[in-house]
């Protein structure tokens, strides 16, 4: 069991793996498998802090928020700004900014779930617009939720596998063989 997951969900604040220096913004099409789960685990860990402390309804912060894209860039830039209004060094009026900013963020928050199409007890994937010469992409159907927990660990599971390929791949391309399995 990693030090993230000793904790439980209302721990996030305990959480001895914060780091100490201000946190910088997470480009979640940059990250390596390995710094992906990292700050995969990092800030499934503080969304459900956040839900849980401030009792938020899933119209705000639905439990597959992880399959969704615009949620996670949306909680993501929360949780930098969160980490940074209450680092040890940040101004003392710091996080009623981010008590302001968080307001402003559940209600785009609002509108990204009432857009999306996830619910407290089903899930389907965000439409896509499309525009004119563009192929439709396939819709896909509405899933019931039945145990958050473990479909965010097959979301991370693929996630991190996809990151490895393309990790792999890229080292064939400037001629560096495929490593066996993750250095960790």
């Known amino acids: 069991m990693s030090e993230v997951e000793k904790f439980g969900p209302n721990d996030y604040a305990n959480f001895s793996g914060t780091p100490q ?6 480009n979640w099409n940059l990250l ?19 839900k849980n402390t401030f009792g938020l309804p899933p119209a705000i912060v639905p439990p597959l ?18 980490l940074n209004c209450y680092d040890p ?25 009432s857009t999306c199409g996830t619910r407290l007890d089903r899930d389907r994937a965000s439409r896509i617009t499309t525009w004119p010469g563009e192929t439709p992409p396939a ?13 965010f660990e097959d979301f991370l599971d693929a996630d ?13 391309l400037v001629g560096q063989p495929r490593p066996l399995r993750d250095p960790l």
Not at 93 to 110: C, M, Y
């Open 160 to 172: 991190l596998s996809a990151r490895r390929d393309v990790e792999a791949a890229a080292l064939e």
């Open 32 to 50: 390596t498998a390995v710094e992906a789960e990292v700050e995969w685990r990092d800030l499934d860990r503080w969304v459900k802090w956040l």
């Open 65 to 82: 928020w992880h399959r969704h894209d615009e949620l996670i860039w949306e909680l993501s830039a929360l949780h930098t700004h969160f």
């Open 89 to 113: 060094d940040a101004s003392p009026s710091a996080p009623i900014g981010w008590l302001r900013d968080f307001a402003d963020a559940r209600n785009r928050l609002r509108d990204w779930v």
């Open 139 to 151: 819709q896909a159907p509405e899933i019931p939720i039945v145990d958050r927990d473990e479909d």
């Open 21 to 26: 220096e201000p946190a910088r913004p997470v």
